[in-house]
């Protein structure tokens, strides 16, 4: 194994460096927390954050960010636990299409609206200007 590698995975890190690297607040980190997405170990009253943590948030951040729910994050975090990487890549995938099936439904509504929203507003535009006429 590379000594960079071996040697990031013992680095720890403060609340504060996780949450300017992921553009975050500590309360969100703590709620990550409280929910048992993140299992910091604690310095006296400090939370120390390890590489597993670290990257736990960076699935938890990525998931939020692409519209996953904390159920479907916990589900792939804990089937990394259970049943390795394999099978959390395969739980993944399913997730994902789901969800870009749900976005893609998503954007043709909202289509849809801005078509009938412009046509309305044409429409009163135009009758605003005959009244005035």
């Known amino acids: 194994m590379n000594k960079l590698l071996c040697a990031d995975r013992f680095r720890t890190y403060s609340i504060t460096q996780l949450c300017r690297e992921f553009s975050c607040t500590a309360r969100a980190l703590r709620f990550y927390e409280d929910q048992g997405l993140l299992a910091p170990r604690r310095r006296q009253m400090q939370r120390v954050y390890s590489y597993k943590d670290r990257a736990?948030?960076?699935?938890?951040?990525?998931?939020?960010?692409?519209?996953?729910?904390?159920?479907?994050?916990?589900?792939?975090?804990?089937?990394?636990?259970?049943?390795?990487e394999a099978a959390q890549n395969m739980l993944a995938l399913r997730l994902f299409r789901q969800r870009l099936d749900a976005l893609r439904t998503e954007s043709s509504q909202i289509d849809t609206a801005i078509d009938t929203l412009s046509q309305a507003i044409?429409?009163?535009?135009s009758e605003r200007t005959t009244a005035a006429a």
């Open 56 to 84: 736990r948030l960076r699935l938890v951040v990525q998931g939020r960010s692409v519209g996953l729910s904390l159920a479907e994050i916990r589900h792939l975090l804990e089937t990394y636990d259970d049943q390795g």
């Open 122 to 125: 044409a429409h009163l535009s």
